[in-house]
């Protein structure tokens, strides 16, 4: 068990400031945020180009040094070091909140570790910016972030997702919007009530709200570019989204519905006969394709 007192003086040990940055609109600064990295020794800067941008806008000379996915375990004894010897430190990334799908929780966890306090600032954020205006239900939500890239860890994630009660919240590149609609649209249903938000805060701001068939049939026909934020209801038909769930379960290979049945505690003979009554074919065929017979 550990207390942190987060205004307590501690003249021999620095403190790390987690700072949130505009999402694309400037004025979305607070005065707290300009002050703290006025007054830090160092800044954590997730791309120290992009933040230097920020930084001459409002003035702000401190000293950067690049911490990223990419150097994050290089750079955190280094970091940590400089706290210990009483150096302030805010750590900041590209956009919005550090740590949300961005670089910053495994810093946290090794001051917490150091028991060096660590201090997090309110500010932008593209989820909850996104939700309050969808025009879904705000609670409760589940903030899912990016999906997986690789094709079973996607399913897999899909298949618990539909069965969610709670409004989800998911992050896409302009450049995969359409397939990721297209993905949502088999695990969740057509009809599912959803919500794009792109470019929040910034000149082109825009919410698309419809089902995720009117959503993909936009997606179709439209030119995407910017960030998107995706809306999508919680399930309130556990029958139905049992149904969907199956759909998508009988599409994965073999192989992998088999083993998912094993895993839950069938013996292998058991999960080849489920999977076989599940796909609507005799035993043997399931069989030698899961033995490569």
């Not at 830090?40 to 690049?66: C, G, P, Y």
């Not at 670089?103 to 939700?131: F, H």
């Not at 992050?171 to 057509?190: C, D, I, M, N, S």
């Amino acid at each position: 068990m550990q207390t942190q007192k987060s205004f307590e003086q501690n003249t021999n040990i620095g403190t790390l400031y987690l700072v949130p940055t505009p999402i694309g609109n400037l004025d979305d600064m607070t005065f707290r945020t300009i002050n703290i990295l006025k007054e830090v020794d160092l800044i954590a800067a997730e791309d120290t180009r992009n933040t230097a941008k920020l930084l001459n806008h409002f003035e702000i000379h401190t000293h950067q040094i690049s911490f990223h996915e990419h150097n994050t375990q290089s750079r955190i004894p280094e970091l940590i070091g400089m706290l210990k010897e009483g150096q302030s430190i805010a750590q900041v990334s590209d956009a919005g909140m550090p740590s949300i799908s961005d670089p910053g929780k495994e810093l946290v966890a090794a001051c917490i570790d150091a028991n060096i306090t660590v201090v997090p600032l309110p500010g932008a954020n593209a989820a909850l910016t996104a939700l309050i205006a969808s025009g879904i239900s705000p609670q409760p939500f589940m903030f899912y972030g990016f999906l997986p890239r690789k094709n079973q860890e996607q399913k897999d994630a899909l298949v618990a997702l539909a069965k969610k009660p709670e409004t989800v919240i998911l992050y896409e590149a302009p450049h995969r919007l359409k397939q990721t609609l297209k993905v949502l649209q088999k695990a969740f249903g057509e009809d599912r009530k959803a919500a794009l938000c792109r470019e929040l805060t910034k000149k082109h701001e825009e919410f698309i709200r419809g089902t995720l068939d009117e959503l993909l049939q936009w997606a179709t026909e439209t030119e995407i570019r910017g960030e998107f934020v995706i809306i999508i209801s919680g399930n309130d038909s556990v029958e139905d989204t049992d149904d969907k769930v199956e759909e998508v379960i009988t599409s994965l290979p073999v192989t992998v519905q088999v083993q998912r049945y094993i895993d839950q505690g069938m013996t292998t003979n058991d999960a080849i006969k489920k999977v076989a009554k599940d796909n609507g074919v005799r035993k043997q065929v399931i069989y030698n394709q899961y033995h490569n017979l």
